[in-house]
């Protein structure tokens, strides 16, 4: 099955700079890569995705990368405010018809005043 | 943004005492899933319907049961709590694979139920 890592665990950034997570997946096959964040004790809330047949998607602050040959995406956002601070899961869902989504495990960001 | 309903949001039983989440959705998705989410843990899949279709993951206990009795409703059985089980529980929900190319395959997450377990 599909196996997604995500790094770094934990990230803190001055606001206004910019912040960087990175995902790695194994399922060549994967064609959605959705991020999601979450703040503590709320669901998690989709922020950005990317499909397959798309290198980079922007929106606003918010930019994601693919690259598929590397079997790796990243998310980036710019202009960090204390706001963005939040639990990031990146996810890449599989061939399966139902579309399961296998997470990666996660990174705290906090962004610092 | 009460497209995806979970009830209670807050749910406390005791040891062995079997309990019962709920998830509505007025997206008229037909894929309906149940995730556990443990502290600073990324959601962890327990199993999903499609359409009726239902589909456990190999890990998921058995203590873990599921039933959707209509397209918009689908609920989480769990038959004897145990300490462990405390966690959040997910619903989310995704559009069929025609609807992809507008998004219809994003999951859409409810609030959650956290589950107290004493």
């Given at each position: 099955g599909e196996n997604v890592e995500q790094h770094p665990s934990t990230l803190s950034v001055q606001e206004g700079d910019s912040a960087v997570i990175k995902c790695t997946y194994s399922d060549?096959?994967?064609n959605y890569f959705p991020w999601y964040k979450q703040e503590l004790g709320k669901r998690p809330q989709l922020i950005i995705d990317i499909r397959s047949n798309v290198g980079e998607k922007k929106d606003q602050r918010i930019a994601v990368t693919l690259n598929k040959t590397a079997k790796h995406f990243s998310l980036h956002i710019t202009?960090?405010?204390?706001?963005?601070?939040a639990v990031y899961f990146c996810a890449a869902r599989g061939s399966g018809s139902a579309r399961q989504l296998t997470f990666g495990s996660g990174t705290q960001l906090t962004v610092l005043p | 943004d009460a497209m995806v309903i979970q009830n209670p949001r807050y749910q406390v039983t005791q040891f062995g005492k079997p309990v019962t989440l709920s998830c509505s959705q007025?997206?008229?998705?037909n894929v309906m899933y149940w995730y556990q989410q443990k502290s600073s843990q990324a959601p962890k899949l327990l199993f999903h319907y499609y359409d009726k279709d239902f589909n456990n993951e190999?890990?998921?206990?058995?203590n873990f049961q599921s039933r959707r009795p209509n397209t918009s409703f689908c609920f989480l059985d769990i038959r004897s709590p145990g300490l462990g089980d405390a966690a959040m529980y997910l619903c989310a929900t995704s559009g069929p694979l025609s609807q992809r190319l507008a998004g219809g395959d994003t999951q859409y997450f409810g609030p959650g139920t956290r589950l107290t377990v004493l």
């Open positions: 060549s096959a994967s202009e960090t405010q204390p706001e963005d601070s | 007025t997206l008229n998705h190999a890990d998921t206990p058995d």
